[in-house]
């Protein structure tokens, strides 16, 4: 969730005398200052004689309730159709200052001040917020929320925390990439030619590593959309005036490489190493008037609505039966190439077209159950590093694909009448040597 959308929710409330105190990773950052990281949501602790009105106001804009698991009514969660949300804590206090409804806020806890964009807002002081991050199985965003806490407020790390010490070296780089996104997100809010942005790739669908490249999807007003969009070159390790200035007001850059194949209609795919930033980075560039909200993706700013894009159109009975049998076809084709490629010893050939072939497998497995087939980082398979458990992989994928047989043919689609004659003999020959 963006400042401004954070900053637009407490002006929301405090224009109807409604007092809140953030909590959570905005806290966090409230108190130190800027920000360090995305934040998914906002976290605030409200009173509870005030839950009605905050809900009335937020639903005006869009907003609903989020199922979860933990839903009580002093803690739920209502987001938008846009990705943010609000999570609401609520809380009781009597005349004496004890709680007595809701999430057990001590009342010392509830007294901080922090700044976001420039605007003081309350908050949860920084000790409390150490406090709170503990008794539960603390991750690595809770490590960095933590350590920074305790870093500028001189307080002790919590012994929850004790195994993330010392830094590491994939700790070291995560945190350049991390400072590298900070620079970037200050760059983009800063120029107004950009419309909108968003963090995509693995950190965009939240399953990212220490060393997940930084992936970007901005939007470009359509009036400075010449220049930045350019690209007389479809392939280039040049890019145009404009878009080179931009990349270099981010920082020194050490490579660029241009493949605007990969780029969504009217935009432009770059990939841009920074000098002294041990990640790349990706930037889709797009102007607004071509430009659809991406999926899976991390809402940076949008100071314009963008618009999702079109449910895709299903394929129809007969696409569908036609990629099924040519899939199906291509399968055993390549299926017995890669057996006699196992035979040659040829292994780093076979390897390849081993994941090539499982690929095939949940393609055609897609297409029957009429479903997306989903996205998955990295190998589909193990890697076998003889010919002995090469063929056997082998094997094990035509056996698999062979029970889908009844499927594709209920379907309407071919399927070859003894697809594993020829890779049957194929295969004995490498066991018998």
């Known amino acids: 969730m963006s400042a401004e959308a954070v900053l637009e929710i407490i002006c929301l409330f405090q224009q109807n005398a409604i007092d809140i105190i953030i909590d959570g990773g905005w806290a966090v950052d409230a108190v130190l200052g800027e920000q360090t990281r995305l934040h998914a949501d906002l976290d605030i602790a409200i009173p509870h004689k005030d839950v009605t009105l905050a809900r009335a106001l937020l639903e005006q804009r869009g907003y609903h309730d989020v199922p979860r698991p933990d839903t009580r009514d002093c803690n739920f969660v209502l987001g938008d159709d846009l990705g943010h949300e609000v999570d609401f804590h609520t809380f009781t206090f009597d005349d004496l200052g004890n709680n007595i409804f809701g999430v057990p806020y001590p009342l010392a806890s509830l007294n901080g001040q922090g700044v976001i964009l420039g605007q003081v807002v309350k908050c949860v002081p920084p000790d409390w917020q150490v406090n709170f991050h503990t008794g539960y ?12 806490l305790c870093l500028r407020f001189n307080l002790p790390l919590p012994v929850d925390y004790a195994r993330f010490e010392p830094q590491t070296a994939l700790a070291a780089i995560q945190a350049d990439r991390d400072a590298l996104f900070v ?163 040829d292994l780093v050939f076979s390897t390849s077209w081993l994941e ?78």
């Open 137 to 148: 199985a603390v991750d690595e965003n809770d490590y960095r929320d933590v350590k920074a």
């Open 356 to 433: 090539n072939l499982q690929l095939l497998y949940d393609e055609v497995n897609s297409l029957l159950q009429g479903i997306s087939l989903a996205y998955g980082r990295g190998s589909l398979t193990h890697l076998q590093i003889n010919q002995t458990d090469q063929s056997s992989a082998l094997r094990q994928l035509c056996l698999n694909f062979l029970e889908l047989k009844p499927e594709i043919e209920r379907s309407g689609a071919a399927f070859p009448s003894d697809p594993m004659y020829i890779i049957g003999n194929q295969l004995s020959l490498i066991q018998s040597g």
């Open 183 to 345: 620079r970037i997100l200050e760059t983009l809010r800063a120029d107004h030619r950009f419309i909108a942005a968003w963090l995509t790739g693995s950190l965009g669908r939240g399953d990212e590593d220490a060393l997940s490249d930084l992936d970007i999807y901005a939007v470009i007003a359509d009036e400075h959309s010449a220049g930045l969009c350019a690209h007389p070159e479809m392939v280039t390790i040049s890019p145009a005036e404009d878009r080179l200035a931009f990349f270099q007001s981010i920082g020194q850059t050490a490579l660029i490489y241009e493949n605007h194949h990969n780029a969504p209609p009217g935009g432009t795919a770059s990939s841009v190493l920074y000098r002294g930033f041990a990640c790349y980075v990706d930037w889709t560039l797009v102007p607004q008037s071509f430009a659809v909200r991406p999926a899976a993706a991390n809402l940076l700013f949008e100071r314009s609505h963008i618009a999702s894009a079109p449910v895709p159109v299903p394929l129809d009975d007969s696409d569908r039966i036609a990629k099924i049998s040519e899939k199906t076809a291509f399968f055993w084709m390549m299926a017995a190439v890669t057996a006699k490629y196992i035979w040659r010893d």
